[in-house]
């Protein structure tokens, strides 16, 4: 693991910690978090590696609502780093910002 790698799980944490506390409380946060460590052995700090499981689960739990749910989160991960956002119809996902973050694909972005 980088220090980027590092840097990209602690942000994506925090980010994630928050949108969901934002959104759905922080008790459904826990328990989205606690069930994704027990069934999946996904820690909390480590979303970035497989984020797809989280996103899977919230559409189990909160079904199409989670779209959105991903949506916000991007949006506010783009603008934790200072980035311009890709417009709403492009869709842009997580799995496609941390490619852009882990390539150091930012030029696009400000």
Same mark, same amino acid.
């Given at each position: 693991?980088?220090?980027?790698? @590092?840097? *990209?799980?602690?942000?994506?944490?925090?980010?994630?910690?928050?949108? &969901?506390? $934002? %959104? +759905?409380?922080?008790?459904?946060?826990?328990?989205?978090?606690?069930?994704?460590?027990?069934? @999946?052995? *996904?820690?909390?700090?480590?979303?970035?590696?497989?984020?797809?499981? &989280?996103? $899977? %689960? +919230?559409?189990?739990?909160?079904?199409?609502?989670?779209?959105?749910?991903?949506?916000?989160?991007?949006?506010?991960?783009?603008?934790?780093?200072?980035?311009?956002?890709?417009?709403?119809?492009?869709?842009?996902?997580?799995?496609?910002?941390?490619?852009?973050?882990?390539?150091?694909?930012?030029?696009?972005?400000?």
């Amino acid at each position: 693991m980088t220090p980027n790698d @590092s840097f *990209l799980d602690m942000m994506l944490y925090q980010c994630v910690d928050q949108t &969901l506390t $934002d %959104l +759905l409380g922080g008790r459904v946060k826990e328990t989205i978090f606690d069930y994704l460590e027990r069934n @999946s052995g *996904l820690a909390r700090t480590e979303i970035s590696k497989r984020p797809n499981e &989280l996103f $899977d %689960l +919230l559409e189990v739990a909160i079904g199409k609502t989670s779209a959105m749910v991903e949506q916000i989160l991007v949006e506010n991960l783009y603008l934790k780093l200072g980035w311009k956002c890709p417009n709403s119809e492009s869709k842009a996902s997580l799995t496609n910002f941390i490619k852009l973050t882990k390539e150091g694909t930012t030029s696009n972005h400000h």
